[in-house]
């Protein structure tokens, strides 16, 4: 029998993503709500109760409403929302991110799926804080960039169409400079950090595509590791992934550049070790498409998890 799948806010950006990459499977049965009746909370409730997986792309408030609405009807949840990511009773849908944490996911009830940012900075933390080579009150520096889409159907719209009167003219743009973005307290709890980091986020003109950056002081880690250690650490924790890869050292150094729209309409995370040796300082670079690892392909990859759960 196939499993009901609601997708509640399937008119936005990642919402839309999803549904394309299950429309065509015949193991699913979509349930589908149309756009003018999405406010209405009796038909959502309705959908909500029905399905058997719901996948929510909502905002915050939405999402926690969209959990009560369905509250005793035995619905699992993969939230695509902020509210739930550090929440005690939610699984991280970062199926890679430590051991056993694809079987949690699928066992779970509530799958919190991950943040494009959070995913990116994540990978590359946690494998170091569970080794005890990072501190946990290193002060961790992220810089990153993303593809306008990561901002939703406004920006998308503000970056695509120059003659709104809101319409974005920068190229380029970092924000959120109050150093209070909303992933930095899962990318804390997850990748295992207790001093909070500097983040600095930005926004390119191109539609999809990531870069996340954290640089490390190689005499400030446990054992003053070099190059070679902080690679093998990262290759050892995801040898055998099919989703999170690390590039060979010898391929990271021949690189001259490393394009934000590499892993672009993908679903996979490849990292790099950057630096020269003996110099003391690396640099880790996250590539990943935020639409694909960083959201919609990791609520499937999620969804797949939990069906075979």
């Not at 699992?76 to 694809?102: C, K, L, N, P």
């Not at 001093?195 to 870069?211: D, E, N, S």
């Not at 590539?287 to 990859?301: H, I, R, Y």
Request: hydrophobic letters at 45%; aromatic letters at 4%; proline letters at 4%.
């Amino acid at each position: 029998m196939a499993a009901k799948i609601f997708i509640d806010g399937e008119h936005g950006t990642t919402g839309l993503q999803i549904r394309e990459r299950l429309a065509e499977r015949g193991d699913l049965t979509l349930l589908s709500l149309p756009v003018e009746d999405r406010r209405d909370a009796a038909k959502r409730a309705a959908l909500l109760q029905e399905a058997d997986i719901a996948i929510l792309c909502l905002p915050d408030d939405a999402a926690r409403e969209a959990v009560s609405l369905a509250k005793g009807e035995g619905t699992r949840f993969i939230d695509a929302s902020t509210a739930h990511r550090t929440a005690e009773d939610w699984v991280y849908g970062f199926a890679e991110m430590t051991e056993g944490q694809a079987q949690r996911i699928a066992a779970a009830e509530k799958v919190a799926n991950v943040g494009c940012y959070a995913i990116g900075s994540v990978a590359m933390l946690r494998p170091l804080t569970e080794a005890e080579i990072l501190p946990r009150d290193y002060p961790v520096t992220i810089n990153a960039v993303s593809g306008y889409s990561g901002g939703g159907k406004q920006m998308i719209a503000q970056m695509e169409d120059p003659s709104r009167d809101d319409a974005i003219t920068a190229n380029h743009f970092a924000y959120a400079l109050t150093l209070a973005h909303k992933h930095l307290p899962e990318i804390m709890m997850h990748g295992g950090v207790e001093r909070k980091p500097i983040f600095t986020p930005a926004v390119g003109r191109f539609a999809q595509g990531m870069l996340v950056n954290l640089p490390l002081h190689l005499d400030l880690l446990s054992g003053k590791p070099d190059l070679a250690t902080i690679h093998a650490a990262l290759s050892d924790h995801y040898a055998g992934q099919e989703h999170v890869t690390v590039a060979p050292l010898g391929e990271a150094s021949a690189l001259p550049r490393l394009d934000a729209e590499a892993m672009t309409g993908t679903d996979e995370l490849r990292i790099h070790v950057f630096g020269t040796d003996g110099e003391g300082q690396v640099n880790l670079v996250a590539a990943l498409d935020n639409l694909g690892k960083g959201a919609s392909g990791s609520a499937v990859q999620n969804l797949d998890l939990m069906l075979r759960g």
